[in-house]
């Protein structure tokens, strides 16, 4: 089955860095578009970050400038480098990756990783 699996959450102080994976199996990465989402406590869950296919990425304002997305193909994993963090990023960060055909769309979810950051 399709699994999604993020690692690298944890405790920070503000004005650190972390890294977070998510790594894939039962699908391959290169065919999907593939973003990160957070949650925080009380909220929506809201897009952070989009990686297409191609290579082009899209960032919510909240953290541009301060997170990059990234992938590896041949590891079929993709990344999210955290810098500069706030502790209003504290949130479970989630990984998806998702495929349109045609007039319908495959999409997969992760787990989720905690991520907090301390004032």
């Known amino acids: 089955q399709v699994q999604l699996v993020e690692s690298g959450g944890g405790l920070v102080q503000a004005g650190g860095s972390l890294r977070l994976s998510c790594a894939a199996s039962?699908?391959?990465?290169?065919?999907?578009?593939m973003g990160w989402y957070r949650q925080a406590p009380g909220k929506q869950r809201e897009l952070v970050t989009l990686?297409?296919?191609?290579?082009?990425?899209t960032y919510a304002d909240s953290v541009k400038g301060r997170f990059t997305i990234s992938r590896d193909n041949a590891k079929n994993t993709v990344y999210l480098q955290m810098n500069s963090l706030k502790p209003e990023d504290t949130a479970v960060y989630y990984c998806?990756?998702?495929?349109?055909?045609?007039?319908?769309?495959?999409?997969?979810w992760g787990q989720g990783t905690q991520v907090t950051v301390s004032s």
């Open positions: 998806h990756v998702e495929r349109t055909l045609g007039m319908g769309t495959n999409d997969y």
């Open positions: 039962g699908i391959i990465l290169s065919f999907f578009d």
């Open positions: 990686i297409t296919r191609s290579g082009m990425t």
